[in-house]
């Protein structure tokens, strides 16, 4: 592994477990085993840092929901949604990673709400093949849900995701 990728790994960890305002570049160097110039030659400063974990973010995003946004069977496009908050918790490592994505959010008040537009669309496609009477309402109304549903994963250690993702599940199946 680079070192590069050592103090992105590093700097995601720290960011999601402390927030960013809590976490400085020397933290994030002891952690990563390097030198903080090496963050700055890299990432220029703590900020072009976040940009460049915010950016990877994107990315793993829009590859998450490729598979939904070309699936043309409505309660596929549904279920693949569901699923997303499976791929989320696949492991520590990929957790970290998008709790690091909503604790963001939060800290800095940035939504990335441009993100979400291709899912949004697809659902709404869903919903208008299967007859609903508001399909982007609907659409909409799963995102949100879905998203309150990560938050409290993410800060309630005893939220069942699985159970809740489980009632969505039945609420969707036509």
């Known amino acids: 592994m680079s070192k590069k990728n050592d103090i992105l790994k590093s700097a995601l960890k720290l960011f999601a477990d402390e927030g960013f305002s809590a976490t400085s570049t020397s933290k994030i160097a002891k952690s990563a085993g390097v030198s903080e110039a090496l963050i700055f030659r890299h990432f220029k400063n703590k900020n072009g840092l976040l940009e460049a974990i915010l950016k990877e973010g994107e990315e793993k995003a829009r590859l998450l929901f490729a598979d939904i946004v070309f699936e043309t069977n409505p309660l596929k496009v549904i279920e693949?949604?569901?699923?997303?908050?499976?791929?989320?918790?696949?492991s520590k490592e990929v957790?970290?990673?998008?709790?690091?994505?909503?604790?963001?959010?939060?800290?800095?008040?940035?939504?990335?709400?441009?993100?979400?537009?291709?899912?949004?669309?697809?659902l709404t496609n869903a919903f208008k093949k299967l007859g609903y009477?508001?399909?982007?309402?609907?659409?909409?109304y799963l995102l949100t849900l879905m998203d309150g549903m990560a938050t409290r994963f993410f800060l309630q250690k005893s939220y069942d995701l699985k159970l809740e993702t489980e009632y969505l599940r039945k609420k969707y199946k036509q």
């Open 80 to 90: 693949k949604t569901l699923e997303l908050g499976e791929k989320f918790m696949a």
């Open 95 to 122: 957790a970290d990673f998008w709790k690091l994505q909503y604790k963001i959010k939060w800290e800095l008040e940035q939504y990335g709400e441009q993100k979400m537009e291709p899912l949004e669309i697809a």
């Open 133 to 140: 009477e508001e399909p982007k309402r609907e659409a909409r």
